[in-house]
């Protein structure tokens, strides 16, 4: 198997809901240091699992999307603890919509798997991945 | 499937039994990075792999027990050697009987696998994988 | 010229006045990595420069004063933009005023300057340096 | 499952082929920090997966062959993109070679896969992961 | 003092001429980390040390100039050794260029000093600082 | 200024006396990361701070006879507390002897300073800096 990954950041406010959250229920924010990583069995004619540089603008644009924001504002995550692992979903998902609606190319049709890594310090981060 | 990782450190004291260790044969060191992951397939109730509070408590609590020790002298490793993939197995056992015993909280039941990997320096580390 | 440093961290919300912060000027957030350094001329008598553990104590107890908040909220930043740089200043002001207050024991009064370093990101941080 | 990282690097010329390399295709360079992890089930008499010290020659023998040149000259890549994705099956498949050969050791048979990350950057790197 | 510090990489080839190079002096390449810090005594009106979405842009212009090529073949560097610490020099100069150009706005003519750092791998850097 | 640093690594036993020290007075260990940093004013006629490859070796020379020990036991050591800033400063007055005595070649008498920085963990490190 193979596998690229791109690395990217937002930098957000958001609160959580429930009592095991201790302080983190108070509106803080993060830096998310994102990971994104496609994997795929065989490489495509170019040699590659997916053009890097249009893997890389995607998920800027996905980061563009999210970052410089307060989380508990928008109606895309009403209701939801915006927990690492739940943000790392979000992106692997929009990520997931974007292949395929053709915006990493035909090739990337054979892409397998998306995984997604969220840092949100030097000693915690969690990750998603789901098949594509 | 979701994971949510933690790091903490020990520093220890140990030696090496057998030649190919060549000069750590010799009471020598090390400064173990420990990434404590828990995978799971979906989230609990509050949108979480794990508490990630309790999950850094848990492991500090291992970490407070291993460190600032000699391990040659510690009668849990007695006659082994506690190479860093070994290691990585107690810590890894550690924190599955801490889960079983309720550590985690009940939502913890549902965790699929445990991950513990040390990083012994910038060019070496070693993992060890178990369920749960 | 000797020194030692410890590393903690905090996650803030706040948001920046000035057209030049572009969508900073929203309410984001941020994890601030906080590397805080003490240098001294010659060690103390336990030939260190500082008590490790002390200072990494300090340092913690000045981040969970400051982190999961809503730096915006608080009356200590009223009409001041909490930039990166800004906050270096703030944490290293608060450990050179506990440094003068004996927190740190009498060696410490040696210290020679105090420098913090907030990494806000991978790819982007800032530092303030200050005698003591 | 169990597994042990090394890590080394190598400093290397090329040039790719193909439009959607954009600028990279023209002659350039990377550095790849090249981490080799080798997996087994169990762990050998000496409690280890692998003699950490052996690996990390191997791996150097297999970057000191490949560093400081000019890929595009080597005709082991002849009509093929170097890129991140290959090169790390071209060094999985060199490890594995070594493996079999018995450069490892009697208890290397049982060494389950080889894993190959090579980074080229702080915001990219790429994996291939093969069974032995 | 203050400092504010952006990073961006460039990925290009070159050759050393020297016996002390070995085999570096061969065609090869590498992957350089940028570091830009800017360094003044006190913060503007904006409290900042620099615009760093500013900051991030001019590095990058300067990246987007070098990178992708092979160092060799630029006529701006014919006849010297593009050595890591030789190339620090060389982007500290461009940025400082551009600062006395008037491209980091009127409140950057207070900047004390530029320091550029590039790391060529995980076990070697180097730097250059140079007064404003 | 200019400088260039190496990396490379020790792992040791060693205990430390003095109430302040906690359980670190009791036998444990550290993996130290070493950055050994020289600096001079002007690049050589290679256009080079120093020969990276000799000071690699240097470094590793120092390292080799440190490393895999038990610091406790090294006559060099007796009765002094092998702090990582005490540390920092055997390994950069050791580096600076070599210096002294040719083994960096002629042009590195116009060395200015050498800085060693010791890792001890992810979250401490210290430094020590000395003239040529």
Redesign the interface.
């Known amino acids: ?9 937002i ?4 609160s ?3 009592a ?5 229920q ?8 994102i990971d994104a990583t496609f994997k795929r069995e065989t ?1 495509d004619p ?4 997916v ?4 893997a ?1 603008e995607e998920l800027h644009a996905i980061a563009a999307d999210l ?4 989380l508990d504002d928008d109606p895309a995550f009403a209701g ?7 943000l ?2 979000v992106i692997a998902d929009r990520l997931a919509a974007r292949v395929h609606a053709g915006a990493f ?1 035909a090739a990337a049709h054979e892409l397998a798997a998306i995984m997604v890594t969220l840092h ?10 789901r098949p594509l």
């Open positions: 198997m193979f596998s690229v990954t791109v690395r990217d950041h930098m957000i406010a958001h959580f809901h429930g095991s959250f201790g302080p983190a108070r509106l803080h924010g993060a830096t998310y240091l490489l170019d040699n590659i699992v053009d890097i540089g249009r890389a970052g410089y924001r307060n939801m603890n915006t927990s690492t692992e739940a790392a979903r190319g949100e310090s030097h000693i915690a981060w969690a990750s998603y991945e």
